[in-house]
C-alpha cells in the first residue's frame, strides 16, 4: 500500500478543508487543518483584515513540513494554502514527495462561497489579496488542477484517482 503526503491547496473559499478531510477519509489517511497550525499572531491579523506575509506564513508553512516529515510512512492530508511556489517548496523540506491538488474556482463563487461562512476567521476582503499573491504549480511540481464548480465529493475522487495513477508511474520506473 502506497502512502501519501498531500496538501489541498487554493485560496480561502476553496474547499480545502471539506475536500481534504474527504480525500484523506478516502485514502485512508490522517487529516490535519492547515488552519489549525497558525500561530495566534497569524489568525489575529488575518481575523483584522490584515493579509499574510512571506514572514508570517514562514513559520507556519514549516510546521506543516514538520507534521508530514512526523507521519513516517503513514498517509496524511493537510489543508493548506500554499499559495506560491517558495510556499511549497518549504512544506518539501519536510517531505519531498509532497503532491499538491490545487482546488480552483471562479472569483465569484469563490466570493459567494466565503459569504455564507459566517464566523470564519477570513474575512471575505482578503480574497483578492490571496488571488494577487496565488502562484499556479508549475509543470515540474507533482500536483494537479481541479474545477471546484464539480462537488467535494466528486473532487476528492478525482484526486484519488489521480494519486494512484501517479504512484503507478513511480513505482514502475
Known amino acids: 500500500m502506497s502512502t501519501h503526503h498531500v496538501v489541498v491547496m487554493g485560496v480561502s473559499g476553496c474547499g480545502k478543508s471539506t475536500v481534504g478531510a474527504l480525500l484523506a477519509r478516502e485514502l485512508g489517511a490522517g487529516f490535519l487543518d492547515g488552519d489549525s497550525l497558525h500561530p495566534a499572531h497569524n489568525v489575529e491579523k488575518m481575523a483584522a483584515g490584515i493579509p499574510l506575509d512571506d514572514d508570517d506564513r514562514r513559520p507556519w508553512l514549516e510546521e506543516i513540513g514538520r507534521c508530514f516529515a512526523a507521519a513516517e510512512g503513514s498517509s496524511l492530508v493537510i489543508a493548506c494554502s500554499a499559495l506560491k511556489r517558495s510556499y511549497r517548496n ?35 476582503s482578503l480574497l ?19 474545477n471546484i464548480a ?24
Open 90 to 124: 518549504l512544506i518539501r523540506i519536510g517531505a519531498e514527495d509532497t503532491r499538491f491538488i490545487h482546488l480552483h474556482g471562479s472569483v465569484e463563487l469563490l466570493t459567494a462561497r466565503m459569504a455564507s461562512r459566517p464566523g470564519h476567521f477570513m474575512p471575505p
Open 128 to 146: 483578492a489579496s490571496q488571488l494577487h499573491t496565488l502562484e499556479a504549480l508549475e509543470a515540474d511540481e507533482a500536483g494537479v488542477i481541479l
Open 150 to 173: 464539480d462537488t467535494p465529493d466528486m473532487l476528492a475522487a478525482h484526486a484519488a484517482r489521480w494519486l494512484t495513477a501517479i504512484n503507478i508511474g513511480v513505482q514502475s520506473q
